[in-house]
Structure formats: C-alpha cells, structure tokens
C-alpha cells in the first residue's frame, strides 16, 4: 500500500521560511511527477508546484519566485522550500505523486502565516 506523508506544517509569521516534506513508501512503481498542491479554507485546491523525474519545474504564478520545489528520488522525497511566506499562503498543503497509472495524495499539512 502506497502512502504520502506531509511534514513540517506549522506557525510562521509573515516574511518567514519555511519547508515542507513528502515521503512515500510502500511498493511503487517508476514515478513520474511529484508535486505540492494547496487548499485555503472556502476555495478550491490549486496546484502549487511539479516536478518531473528529470527535474523540470513549474509553478503557479502566486508562488513563483518564493517557492522551490524538489526532489530526492533515491529516497522518494519532494520538498517544498517557501520562503517570503505571506498571510495568504495559510493553507493545508498536500503533496501529490504520479506513476504510469496512479496518482496518490498525501493527508495534508497545515501551514499558517501570521502575526
């Protein structure tokens, strides 16, 4: 049975940094894609970043420049380094692994920006 599991969720203030973690195990196939999406209270969950096996990147627009994703694969860990965090970053952060025929979420981790 595969699972994702977040850490590093908490309280940051404003300006702060601050970096999450997503470990899988269990029998998996190659994997793919690996990203960190997020849900703020009353919206949607939106895509935060990806990254491919090769390394290459994308992001949303509102963390481009402040948030860095990536990835050790011999250890099947994605990583998500947010810094200049922002009230509006308070958020469950959920990480999110692609193989050829699954995709697998983790539970979440809350992240809270403020003062």
């Known amino acids: 049975q595969v699972q994702l599991v977040e850490s590093g969720g908490g309280l940051v203030q404003p300006g702060g940094s601050h970096r999450l973690s997503c470990a899988a195990s269990g029998t998996l196939s190659q994997i793919y894609s690996m990203g960190w999406y997020r849900q703020a209270p009353g919206k949607q969950r939106e895509l935060i970043a990806t990254?491919?096996?090769?390394?290459?990147?994308n992001y949303a627009d509102s963390v481009k420049g402040r948030f860095t994703i990536s990835r050790d694969n011999a250890k099947r860990t994605v990583y998500l380094q947010m810094n200049t965090l922002k009230p509006e970053d308070t958020a469950v952060y959920y990480c999110n692994l692609g193989t050829v025929s699954m995709i697998y979420w983790g539970k979440g981790t809350l992240v809270t920006v403020s003062s």
């Open positions: 990254i491919t096996r090769g390394g290459s990147t």
